[in-house]
């Protein structure tokens, strides 16, 4: 009497009528965009005056996006530059007759989160213009300067992130 009959209804339906349907509805737009890649990085620095009077800094760069960045030697194969400068300039580190030129491999991009760090030491001594004339450094106000630079492309723009402490010398 009372007997209920079913119908089947279709369930074939085209890709394009689907697509159709979930654009016209708004569903699934969100599902289908293209993640967000953010380059970034930021470059850290700590400076300590160590027992024997020479200054002691520490850097560190952290890739802070979430895709990974291309590093750039500064110097000696190292990712972070050091550098000192005073009243006069930069302060030369480097014996001048000095020829060695070491060989870098290829640095792989760095992942985010992942880091670089760096350890560095002065003792106040500085090169002249000739062979093996390292001495003192004049009495002054100076800086150590850690440099960072990266690009978010191999072979791309490049940036450059720079942090400076200062210190008097001599020490106290």
């Known amino acids: 009497m009372n007997a209920v009959h079913h119908r089947a209804v279709p369930a074939t339906m085209s890709l394009a009528t689907a697509c159709l349907v979930a654009s016209l509805a708004g569903c699934g737009a969100d599902r289908l965009a293209a993640p967000q890649l953010h380059s ?11 027992p024997d009077g020479s200054v002691s800094m520490h850097a ?10 291309y590093l750039t030697y500064a110097e000696y194969c190292a990712f972070i530059g050091m550098s000192v400068r005073g009243p006069q300039g930069d302060v030369p580190r480097d014996d001048p007759c000095s020829s060695i030129i070491p060989l870098c491999v290829l640095p792989e991009p760095l992942r985010p989160g992942k ?7 002065f003792d106040g001594k500085q090169y002249g213009d000739t062979c093996n004339s390292l001495h003192p450094i004049p009495p002054g106000s100076y800086e150590v300067v850690a440099t960072f630079t990266w690009s978010a492309a191999a072979g791309g723009p ?15």
């Not at 990085?41 to 400076?47: H, P, R, W």
């Not at 560190?60 to 960045?69: L, P, S």
């Not at 880091?115 to 030491?121: A, D, I, L, M, Y």
């Open 40 to 50: 970034d990085a930021a470059l850290g620095a700590t400076l300590v005056r160590l």
């Open 60 to 69: 560190v760069a952290t890739n802070t996006g979430n895709t990974a960045i």
């Open 115 to 121: 880091r670089v760090e760096r350890h560095f030491v």
């Open 158 to 172: 490049r940036t450059t992130l720079t942090r400076a402490i200062s210190f008097d010398w001599p020490p106290p």
